[in-house]
């Protein structure tokens, strides 16, 4: 099994992550580490967004999607978006 050993973030993601309340960034972290551990756990995406895995969690009894990509050559996990289902992929096509 491979693990991650770097995580990045995405300046949007960032922001995502800054409008969070303290108890929200606790249950995020707590999935980033389970994505770290398996970072297969996403469902991999396919078309425009194939380079995207989606983590789909509850947050606050609300379903959020965590976008991610995983480089299995430098076992970094790049978090690139986080949010409700409302126009996810509408806007991560829009980033790319």
Request: hydrophobic residues 35%.
């Amino acid at each position: 099994m491979v693990k991650a050993t770097s995580v990045l973030q995405t300046p949007s993601f960032k922001k995502a992550v800054k409008k969070l309340k303290p108890n929200q960034k606790k249950e995020l972290d707590t999935v980033i580490k389970e994505l770290m551990a398996k970072p297969t756990l996403g469902e991999q995406k396919k078309g425009d967004l194939s380079f995207l895995r989606v983590h789909k969690f509850k947050m606050n009894k609300q379903l959020t999607l965590l976008g991610y990509s995983f480089n299995d050559g430098t076992l970094a996990l790049e978090l690139l978006a986080l949010g409700s289902h409302e126009n996810f992929y509408r806007d991560l096509k829009r980033r790319t």
